[in-house]
């Protein structure tokens, strides 16, 4: 998109080609670039290719040599004012104001919220708001800025210490204040506010503007507040879980002014409604915390954003492990069952890796790496198995992930991986098109595409989601917000 | 209690302003024009390809610069050029 303003402001017509169903957010990306009325031709997302090809040859020379529109001839500004105080008057009033939802067209008409996720919120009086702020010791006034330099992690998000984190989809920018009335509305506490600035730190709920995020809080303050890092962390009934969760959805809302379909490309959404904390006391011995993987100290807290590495933007899945709780204790703790005869193990006792018995359900139909989630005790049978330490971990996991190159090349994201952005294979230094069919290459790129979480308790599974990206920084400081 | 009247804060971040700029003039021929026709990414497109031939055989007196994804389009990219087809879709 940055292409097309530069185009126009350099005084050189531009045209778009797109999917018709992503015209509004074009447009607001236009807007915000500072070219609203950018020429657009729609193409099919399932008509044949040629003949569409075909279809679209004049109407993209027209789009650059038909004279332009009054309309389209148009300067000035586009000015959005900012008020402190949205409304006055009586809870009663104020619920229904902040309640409102508007049709949108190109969702087929379906109600979204002006302010809220859809659900019912807790009003943010300023008194309200006033005891929010109690909760950190940083000025109602003060803008979000990075505290510390950050590598991208995804288009948009990242900087140097000290820039404003821009919300996306709408690159707006906050206060702590506003970070506050989030918090209000979404029912958290004062003293959740840290985290909640180091959410919001992280560019709030919206990524890139699709969403889709899950986040972690990894050191000490998930227990000093209360969090659920056992059964049920990602279901109902913790104020923490939930609710800071919760919070983080309305700064993409609300601070990003994310509207599906509108100001945002995504795809299904995110059913993951916690913020979850990861189980520091429960890491085998010598097992680093996801704080620590980040530079941290382990007494010290941050929030790890889990990103879409690897996986569609706008979406999150959950996998999960494809054997039941008895299948798994009876293989560690006798050898016994289908778990032990597919691994050789048949008759002997765990500690075993059960990761090996998941390998190839890992890479079915996709690479990369994953964040895993992963129970204290299935943690312990890993380290007592072998692995002293989660590196150890992520290196089997990469070298487990090696395959032939003719079966490589017939998964389904192949051209993301082995197309122009990774002109070479990695582990030969050759280009893509001299690799024979049976060298074996990675499914993973990097160990460090992987991570694992030790969270969760109950029946023996795991759980996996898309993995993160080496050497960005996902992972943002805590306490700097207290 | 019910009547009374409290203010309530705003959640919506700061939209900086944007100064808005009218489109470039459109082309007036063709003829020997260099446009670009960039394509976002690099993935077997079954549109995007079948696009840049056509677009050869129906306009050959345009110098087409037919640009896959890589690094950001340079300012002197922009300044060789006359427009640009931007392939969003693929």
Redesign the interface.
Known sequence: MPNIAQFEKAGKPAVLILFEDQDECLKQGALLLGVPHIRRVYCSRTGNGAEDAARITRPLINALTIPLTSKECESGKWEVPDKRVLFEGTLDEAEEFYERAERVPVLGNAYMSLYTDGMAIKLPTEERVQAMLKGTSHKPDEVITLQSDHTPREMGVGGKKGAPVRFEPLKRRATVEKVAVNAVMAGCRSEYMPILLAIAEAGGGGGDGRGSLGFCVTGPIAKEIGMNFDVGMLGPKNQANRSIGRAAELMWCNLGGNIPKVTSCGIMGNPLFNCFPENIDALPPGWKGVNEEYGFKRNESAIYVIGMRGGPPGSFTFHSTEFGPGGYRTFQKSGGGSIATRLGKDGIQGPHNWLEYEIPSFWAGKEGGFNFIILPEMAQHLYESGFKSKDEVYEWLYKASFIPFKEYKIKAAVGWHAGAYHPIEKTSGKPWDQIPDDYMVPLVDDPYENCIIVAGGGEETSHWVNGRTPNADPAYGIDVWR | M???????????????????????????R?NGKN?MF?MLV??????????Q???RN??PEVHWNMR???P??SEDE??N?????????F
């Open positions: 019910a009547d009374k009247v409290y203010k309530f804060l705003n959640p919506l971040g700061i939209q900086d302003s944007v100064t808005l700029y009218p489109l470039a003039l459109r082309l007036d063709l446009i960039n690099q993935v077997e497109s079954e549109l995007l390809i079948p696009l031939k056509i677009l129906n306009y896959e994804s890589g950001p389009i922009i300044r050029s006359d427009a640009l087809i931007q392939g969003v879709a």
